[in-house]
């Protein structure tokens, strides 16, 4: 089992800025690849961001390239998402995901954190 904790969100505004942190515990953390979803009211899960084991090879929502950055220390078993510029279609409840299969489908990874609300305001 793979434990992971998301913190960080909160109320920004417009062109602001937020940086979220999910933390992971269970099993040895660089066995997984870290991907970063979203679910806005309504809506389905959507991809954001991935990266692999070792931080080498990362990928980005279209909505979200140039804006936001994917990070992680494995020394310190966390994975980041950096949101920069954000905009009021940006809010939604942020959710980290590991698994040992690289992809962007939220079916494909087993391990979920209980989710962090980011709120863009106009």
């Known amino acids: 089992q793979v434990q992971l904790v998301e913190s960080g969100g909160g109320l920004v505004q417009a062109g602001g800025s937020l940086s979220l942190s999910c933390a992971a515990s269970?099993?040895?953390?660089?066995?997984?690849?870290m991907g970063w979803f979203r679910q806005a009211p309504g809506k389905e899960r959507d991809f954001v961001a991935v990266?692999?084991?070792?931080?080498?090879?990362?990928n980005y929502a279209d909505s979200v390239k140039g804006r936001f950055t994917i990070s992680r220390d494995n020394a310190k078993n966390t994975v980041y998402l950096q949101m920069n510029s954000l905009k009021p279609e940006d809010t939604a409840v942020y959710y980290c995901?590991?698994?040992?299969?690289?992809?962007?489908?939220?079916?494909?990874?087993?391990?979920w954190g209980q989710g962090t609300q980011v709120t863009v305001s106009s």
């Open positions: 995901a590991a698994d040992r299969i690289w992809g962007f489908r939220p079916s494909l990874y087993d391990y």
């Open positions: 269970g099993r040895t953390f660089s066995d997984y690849n």
């Open positions: 990266i692999d084991r070792f931080g080498g090879s990362v």
